[in-house]
């Protein structure tokens, strides 16, 4: 039986033949990249000409196209995204996906009639996060994927925006714009588009170096469809635009047959492409070992050449769907005239030859419905046809011939064509930021038990978990003006109203300022009154979206640590913080690897992964809610400060460190000493895409 609320099927696109294979094979819509800022930089993607032949065949079909500008832009970047998003006007498409707030700024200056979709790389996963989208203006909120049926279910309730859901295809074992392990240990950044698929090489909690610990297998909700239909999701999406066009299909397939109320073909489907078959472990909820899995050689060999073929002929040709009414008139000394008729067209005519009087056999209304209905290669079939022709005219067959290519022609322009999107050029400017007139130092902790004696001297602000600071006796004389409370990095579900308890509990403590790491943070944080900081997991990496930032609410700001330190000294400054010392946070699961192999008992909370270098990876358990995977060394800016004498803040992130630590830790950084053991720089100076790290 087919579902009632039909959602919008959305499909990937790398190249055209994928387009052609998604909208021949049932997508409602395709999503695809242009040639730069594509969160897909290695797929072919699609330049002026391209995008322009991707839009109207995905427009002949029906079907939308969105254009994905859904990577961070760094400061010098802005007007090379705005070529892209007139391109993308001229096309047309309809809708674009981005992460970055300073792209946001860029379509409400230059496109305001564009819709804007947020892509899944802002992590929006609860509902505060996807009203304060809907606040801002945005048509639509790609969920991350990390979320439940249930969850998903208790967003829809609470808002009216758009929303989608990825069903199938790969799953990244970090939430989405939260991973920097390719970028921190290879140069190639995730949130840039250039990701090396690092997780899915060997890592391992239990000692076997042939372990993948971070491969996930791939996603898949078709058990799940109807329940999608009913709770009201918009779209829903496949992953997949660096897959071939047979994935493509076969995907489509699948989830149009859902659809329809047919059998969705799951073991053709995973023939095609999977990792040790599938996993419902998000919508189900039930995060476990089973979710993980890596592609056999089986998995390889199961996509036979007889599949294949099979898949490529179902987009290789025009496929037949458009019923079209054809009326003819052949009448004495006028020429001849053909009139077509589609649904939701404006009719089309064309004007042929003046008939001949027949000196033999004239022409029947039966030889002229047969040349008319030869439609073939085109999108039409044909409907009802009407002929009227006066006694004994001749009109040769080419004639006719030329009348239906002259009509199919022009009505297949007309559903191919959409008016373009108004562009103005006026790029989104934000002046560099004075030089901060004070330096201060900043101290991000994980529990009290780590701040050293006398820390008040030596940090302007300590930041520590909203829970670490509402165990704070009130008999404790601490400046509360030098405290600040952390928001939990992730807030699934029932998080969120929990949390927003403990903002006001805060307030009643005296506590006043407020780390946030995402949009739905901010927006309870502003809401409840608190003095908000920036932290660096929001993805601060140009000027624009700074200033975005602080329109929503935002006082000051520790930037992304994939910016370079000769970039900050061009553009930060007052009120800007960079990370100067932290194992920092490579990952944020929500499936964690340890317990899948060897249980919450055996972590105690605190446990290693260990790649196939023997580097080892500290993973932190946040009250069974997510977890976060530290870099396998520290960064350590100490002996660089001057380097960053334009910025307010330099920042520690202390995570697991010792108290005897976190006090040697401040006092180099009062010395500005040179590190004495392993270290990072991370990407300040040799920036990304670096073949290894630069040698200090």
């Avoid at 010392?581 to 317990?595: A, D, N, T, W």
């Amino acid at each position: 039986m087919a579902a009632k609320n039909k959602p919008e099927l959305l499909a990937p696109a790398g190249n055209l033949e994928c387009v052609a294979a998604a909208v021949r094979n049932g997508a409602d819509a395709v999503y695809l990249g242009a040639k730069a800022f594509s969160a897909r930089a290695f797929a072919e993607n699609f330049d002026g000409d391209a995008l322009k032949s991707a839009a109207r065949l995905c427009h002949l079909y029906g079907a939308r196209v969105y254009l994905t500008l859904n990577t961070l832009l760094l400061e010098n970047e802005l007007e090379q995204a705005a070529e892209t998003l007139r391109q993308a006007c001229l096309a047309p498409v309809d809708g674009i996906l981005v992460q970055d707030l300073a792209a946001w700024e860029l379509v409400r200056r230059c496109a305001p009639a564009m819709p804007v979709h947020a892509s899944t790389q802002m992590s929006v996963h609860s509902l505060e996060g996807v009203r304060q989208l809907e606040e801002m203006g945005f048509s639509r909120a790609v969920l991350a994927r990390e979320l439940s049926l249930e969850e998903i279910a208790a967003i829809r309730r609470g808002s009216a925006l758009e929303l989608e859901v990825f069903v199938q295809g790969a799953l990244c074992m970090s939430v989405s714009g939260q991973c920097y392990l390719s970028a921190m240990v290879g140069g190639r950044s995730a949130n840039r588009g250039s990701c090396a698929g690092s997780c899915r090489l060997p890592f391992t909690s239990a000692g076997d170096k042939t372990a993948h610990d971070l491969s996930l297998k791939d996603n898949c909700w078709a058990n799940y469809y109807r329940a999608l239909c009913d709770i009201g999701v918009d779209s829903l999406k496949i992953e997949g635009r660096m897959k071939r066009p047979e994935y493509v299909a076969a995907a489509c397939q699948s989830y149009h047959a859902l659809a329809l109320g047919n059998d969705p073909h799951l073991d053709r489907l995973r023939r095609v492409f999977s990792r040790s078959g599938f996993t419902e472990g998000y919508p189900s909820g039930k995060r476990d070992g089973t979710m993980f899995g890596i592609r056999e050689k089986e998995d390889v060999t199961a996509a036979d050449q007889q599949l294949l073929r099979s898949l490529a002929q179902s987009y290789q040709k025009e496929v037949s769907f458009l019923p079209l009414d054809l009326s003819l008139e052949v009448l004495p000394e006028r020429p001849a005239k053909l009139t077509l008729r589609c649904a939701g067209q404006e009719p089309v005519t064309v004007w042929g030859e003046v008939p001949q009087a027949a000196k033999t056999k004239p022409l029947t209304a039966q030889e002229a419905e047969t040349g008319l209905t030869k439609l073939g290669g085109t999108v039409f079939l044909p409907g009802k046809v009407d002929c009227t022709i006066a006694p004994g005219l001749m009109l040769p067959k080419s004639a006719i011939n030329s009348l239906r290519r002259q009509g199919v022609e022009q009505l297949t322009e007309a559903l191919s064509s959409r008016p373009e999107i108004p562009f103005t050029d006026q790029l989104p400017q934000a002046a560099p930021l004075a030089a901060a007139r004070v330096p201060s130092a900043w101290g991000r902790f994980s529990h009290w038990e780590q701040l050293p004696a006398g820390w008040e001297s030596r940090l302007n602000l300590a930041i520590l978990p909203a829970e670490q600071l509402l165990a704070l006796p009130q008999t404790e004389e601490i400046p509360r003006e030098k405290l600040a409370a952390e928001a939990p990095r992730m807030l699934f579900g029932s998080e969120e109203e929990k949390f927003a308890h403990q903002l006001d509990r805060l307030k009643e403590a005296g506590i006043t300022k407020l780390l946030v790491h995402g949009l739905a943070q901010l927006r309870l944080g502003k809401q409840k009154g608190f003095t908000l900081l920036g932290s660096p997991f929001l993805n601060i990496t140009n000027p624009v979206a700074l200033a975005q930032y602080r329109r929503l609410g935002l006082e000051q700001a520790i930037l992304s640590p994939e910016v370079t330190a000769a970039s900050l000294s061009r553009w930060a400054g007052e009120g800007c913080g960079y990370l100067c010392y932290g194992k920092l946070p490579l990952m944020v699961f929500r499936v964690c690897p340890i317990r899948a192999e060897l249980g919450c008992k055996a972590c105690g909370g605190q446990s290693a992964l260990t790649d196939r270098t023997g580097r080892r990876f500290e993973v932190i358990c946040h009250q069974k809610q997510y977890q976060e995977m530290l870099n396998c060394v520290p960064l350590w800016l100490m002996d660089k400060q001057p380097d960053f004498r334009r910025l307010e803040h330099g920042v520690l992130w202390f995570t697991n460190e010792s108290q005897t630590h976190c006090a040697r830790v401040l006092e180099a950084f009062a010395q500005h000493q040179k590190p004495q053991r392993d270290f990072t720089r991370g990407l300040y100076y040799r920036g990304l895409n670096a073949k290894r790290e630069r040698k200090e």
